[in-house]
């Protein structure tokens, strides 16, 4: 055992808890872990530009690869300055791991300058937090933090460690062991309730399979296509299980949900038996509860006990990894063909294609993510916004594989999209990397954009420039009588901002201009943005407004297709 | 917590749940905080020691109309420090709460007070000219009972501690499961304030 410092010891465990990057920001409280990055050459740190940023680069790092992101600020405002980021990633049960700095001991409770209750700020936010008050405890709080983020359904977990803890000294005592009496995920899924699940499937005519972000976070997506496969059983995701079934699918029937597609929204609605995995039967995937597909049986399979049962009954529930629960499933299933139910749905997804774009002269924001499908053979990482961009991003770009869309669901975390981009591009620095941005979201985080160019990373930036908080000008249009209060927004010239940041820039004023400027933003090596001067009055369809059931999911009005 | 003014509850569903939780810094605040996020209305929440160390015995009570009780089981054990959770409202239990009583009186009815007490098999802690301690043990039929006797006199005081409950018979809601002694060592330190004067250092 050899005596460390504090610092030492922290950035010695988050090494072999596999940590190679932090995302982070100094402080005075933290200035003693700065001063020991040095020793620790594995460790890269990439220094953000707002806490906020540093914790959604380490969500996207953490969607896009799989592995857990850390972000670290110092004590007071760089902690809360997380608090966002950590709740996004809460909100989507994502890996990130926040280390903050905080007071020293002495002043711990006092109001000392820059002290927040960091830990009790968070509680309701993470899986789990730690006050370090000992160096010698600083091994086993990380290894216990890192366990707990990403293991069971994964997590945010909030390190603090005051500022004398880092600077004294103690033997570095490193346990491989955990035991957490309190902590024990059921993986496996239970045989009886397998067993029953299979029978309803077996008997089933109308079964539809609802994949959830579960099944990209169970690492479950092969296992999925097998039982789909064998018993002919349509599938539809949730806006964050996109990309857990291959869009070009056969069996794939898009997502569901307030911007999912129509005929999702009725094979949701209309099947006698809803196979939901790793999903939580969200409002804005299941409109109106009351009203959702009276009479369907549900198998909901979950690691998370707590979810089944929440929102909606489940006639079979099954506690466990996706990965366990669904081989043993497909055992049990029998080999099946649905021929009438998939041609009532194909009917209605040919009466109704929800992902048609019309011709027009505008540039359709939906002809923009067509095109940059087309010209990146559907193989990008695309990391979004919040907001009509999103919808359309997931609308009308194909997702291929699991990881693929990197999006804040759950929160709806505006500003999410550009540090989280970065991030995905950090874990994957071979991997073409889109952030669609909105307008109004892109300012919220923009000065990242100094990130790309510290680091060199080639993030391809894609404004959605409508002019407008656009799903804010939709709502006030259709449900508050056209009365757009502050949904416009004055902008600034984004091309300018770029290059005073050194980034290329490239403005799209037509809609000729759409595909070479992809083209151009592809070949070029480093980073480039690309501000889309969108048609600015364009909605988001199809739409099941607030409140109302999938039943009731509208289309386009005549009047704006016209346009 | 809602108590009326006389210091009795509304009866309606209740849920007596038992969850032995982690004796650590923080764990009463992660259960409470728990409980308003979600909506779970505590009627009465008592917490110690247990029979096992490093470990306490919390007794909830939830006002069953504002939460499934499956759900808040299910949400307790998210928390990392809650360990078991066991509901006892279905079964055979003795459930029990203390509470102490400070009455006005006088040497005129004092007597009548006295009485009191003594149907209720309450104690009397403590006596002065112008007021009596009662302390009474009992379910909470009996202490409200207690108390509406009492108000005529005028009560100047009264604090409950809530319901502590455990099952008849042989079963129990405890956990049998040792921590290898390294990690019960950490668990035992962790997050607590360490003793002594510390180096003064300001950022
Ligand atoms: C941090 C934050 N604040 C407010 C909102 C509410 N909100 C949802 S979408 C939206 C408009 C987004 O505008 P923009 O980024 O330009 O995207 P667009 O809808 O125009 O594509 C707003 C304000 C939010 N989701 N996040
Ligand atoms: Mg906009």
Redesign the interface.
């Known amino acids: 055992m050899a005596r460390l410092t504090g610092a030492q010891m922290t950035l010695e465990s988050l090494q072999r808890e596999g940590v190679d990057t932090i995302f982070g920001y100094p402080g005075?409280?933290v200035?003693p872990l700065y001063d020991t990055l040095p020793q620790y050459p594995g460790i890269r740190h990439v220094l953000v530009r707002h806490e906020q940023g540093a914790a959604h680069m380490a969500d996207g790092y953490a969607r896009a690869s799989g592995r857990m992101g850390v972000c670290l600020g110092t004590s007071g405002p760089g902690a809360t300055n997380l608090v966002t980021g950590i709740c996004t990633s809460w909100m989507d049960s994502t890996p990130v791991f926040a280390l903050t700095g905080n007071?020293?001991?002495?002043?711990l409770g006092k109001d000392?300058?820059?002290e927040a209750d960091i830990?009790?700020i968070t509680?309701?936010i993470t899986?789990?937090n730690?006050?370090?008050?000992?160096p010698e405890?600083i091994p086993?709080?990380i290894r216990e933090a890192a366990h707990?983020c990403q293991t069971g359904r994964p997590g945010p977990v909030l390190v603090d460690i005051p500022?004398?803890v880092f600077q004294e000294e103690a033997e570095f005592?490193w346990?491989e062991?955990?035991?957490?009496?309190?902590?024990k995920p059921t993986t496996e899924g239970h045989a009886g309730m397998i067993r029953r699940a299979a029978e309803l499937i077996n008997q089933a005519t109308r079964p539809i399979i609802i994949a959830g972000h579960g099944v990209i976070w169970g690492d479950a997506h092969t296992e999925l296509l097998e039982l789909a496969e064998k018993a002919d059983i349509p599938v539809i995701t949730t806006f964050l299980g996109i990309g857990a079934f291959p869009e070009s699918h056969d069996l794939s029937y898009g997502w569901l949900g307030m911007h999912g597609m129509f005929y999702a929204n009725m094979a949701a609605d209309q099947a006698d038996l809803v196979i939901a995995i790793g999903m939580r039967f969200d409002d804005r995937a299941m409109g109106r509860f009351k009203d959702f597909n009276p009479g369907v049986k549900i198998i909901h399979i979950d690691i998370?006990?707590?979810e089944i049962?929440?929102n909606f009954p489940a006639a079979v529930p099954i506690v466990g990894n996706a990965k366990n629960v669904l081989p043993r499933l497909s055992d049990l299933t029998k080999e099946a063909e649905h021929q009438d139910w998939r041609s009532w749905i194909d009917q209605v997804r040919e009466e109704h294609p929800s992902l048609h774009i019309r011709e027009s002269r505008r540039m359709l924001p939906q002809y923009v993510v067509r095109t940059l499908y087309d010209e990146t053979n559907g193989d990008a990482t695309i990391v979004t916004g919040v907001g009509q961009h999103q919808m359309w991003a997931g609308q009308h770009y194909f997702y291929k594989r699991p990881r693929q869309l990197v999006t804040s669901g759950g929160l709806g975390t505006m500003g999410f999209e550009l540090p989280a981009a970065i991030g995905a591009q950090v874990a994957l620095p071979d991997a073409e990397t889109w952030a669609i941005c909105g307008d109004g979201g892109f300012q919220m985080t923009l000065q990242e954009m100094a990130v790309l160019v510290d680091e060199n990373l080639p993030v391809k930036i894609a404004i959605f420039n409508n002019g407008y908080l656009g799903m804010i000008r939709q709502w006030q249009h259709l449900f508050y009588d056209r009365n757009l209060v502050d949904a416009a927004m004055t902008q600034p010239d984004f091309c300018k901002l770029a290059d005073a940041y050194g980034i290329r820039a490239i403005r799209v004023e037509t809609k000729a201009e759409v595909a070479p400027a992809i083209q151009e933003a592809r070949a070029h090596k480093g980073p480039i943005l690309l501000d889309f001067q969108i048609d600015q009055e364009e909605n988001v369809w199809p739409m099941v407004p607030a409140g109302a059931a999938l039943s009731e999911t509208i289309e386009a009005p005549a009047e704006e297709l016209a346009r | 917590m809602n108590p009326s003014a006389n210091g009795s509850r509304a009866r309606h569903a209740q849920h007596t749940v038992v969850a032995i939780?982690?004796d650590k810094?923080?764990v009463l605040?992660?259960v409470a905080?728990?409980f308003r996020?979600r909506g779970f209305n505590i009627e009465s929440l008592t917490v110690g020691y247990s029979e096992a160390p490093g470990l306490s015995r919390m007794t909830i009570v939830v006002d069953g109309a504002s939460a499934?009780v499956?759900?808040v089981e299910?949400?307790l054990?998210?928390?990392?420090?809650?360990?078991k959770v066991t509901d006892l409202s279905n079964e055979d239990m003795v459930a029990r709460e203390l509470a102490m009583l400070k009455v006005r009186c006088n040497n005129v009815n004092r007597h009548e007070l006295l009485d009191i007490a003594n149907v209720f098999r309450a104690d009397v802690v403590d006596i002065a000219t112008n007021s009596i301690i009662l302390q009474v043990v009992g379910d909470e039929d009996k202490i409200d009972g207690l108390v509406k006797m009492c108000e005529p006199y005028g009560i100047r005081e009264l604090s409950r501690t809530g319901r502590i409950a455990m099952v008849r018979g042989a079963k129990t809601t405890t956990?049998h499961?040792p921590?290898?002694e390294?990690?019960a060592k950490?668990h035992a330190?962790?997050?607590?304030?360490?003793e002594g004067?510390?180096?003064?250092?300001?950022?």
């Open positions: 005075g409280v200035l007071v020293t001991r002495s002043l000392g300058f820059q830990t009790g509680h309701s899986k789990h730690y006050l370090v008050m000992r405890e086993l709080s707990i500022k004398d005592d346990t062991q955990i035991n957490l009496r309190g902590y998370d006990p707590a049962g929440k | 939780v982690e810094p923080g605040m992660r905080s728990l996020r499934p499956e759900q299910k949400q054990y998210k928390l990392i420090d809650v360990v956990v499961e921590e290898p390294k990690i950490f330190t962790q997050g607590r304030r360490v004067e510390l180096p003064f250092s300001s950022d």
